[in-house]
């Protein structure tokens, strides 16, 4: 793996209806990683101004390097990010870090510390919220029992240890992305999880590191409870889906190759 000096550094953010938060995830990135790399802004057909007030950002502070791309229809949280991948391995980006456009997750120093640990050959580094206090952070109470009781279905189904699978605060190295079926994936919430299954799979190198989490007035909408169930859903069922494709029971596109 290259020195984090040479590496050439894409970092997206993911934007649905974040007018509020998207300057302050912008300016949150220290000034050597907003200088130097691609920020690169998805907005998933948002309906405010988020669109607006990243080109006027752009425009009133002369940064060629940040990128828009706007999808004129909504693709979904896993759509955007493969929005996103695509972008960055057509470029010949080393590095495609996500941040989250809706300022629940970090930047500053802990994008520097992402990218230290992505020089030991790391396919993944991403934030643990549970690693750090997400009762600090404002998190519902029935959002830490979920991912705490959905991360140990996950690591029982996947023979793994992560302390949790639902971050979207991540790093991917571009040399392992490439190698992924991620078009494949849902276009859905649970797209970080099904990465995780492959790349588990794959048995390529993740590290975790811990992260705050901030939720509050300008943290942007998440998603509801009812969301939360649909998304606790379709993870089982892709949990399913790459465990009987494993033992041979069904055939998955998702997973695994068949010709």
Known sequence: MKDSTSMK??????????ERTIVKVIEDIPDLLRENATVLVVDDGSFDKTSDVVKLYKTKNGMNNLVLIRNENNLGYGGTQKVAFRHAIKNGHDIVFMVHGDKQHPGGE???ETLKMMEDNCALVYGSRMLGDPKKGGMPFYKRM?????TFIENVFLETNFSEFHSGFRAYNCSYLK???FENLTNRYFFDTEMLILIAKEGFRVKELPIPTYYGPDSGYGISFVEGVKYSLGIFKSLMEYKLS??????SRKFFCFF
């Open 246 to 251: 494993k033992k041979g029971l069904m055939k």
């Open 179 to 181: 190698r992924l079926n």
């Open 9 to 18: 550094i894409c970092i997206f953010i993911p934007a649905y209806n974040c």
């Open 146 to 150: 979920g991912s705490k009781i959905l």
């Open 110 to 112: 802990k994008l520097i």
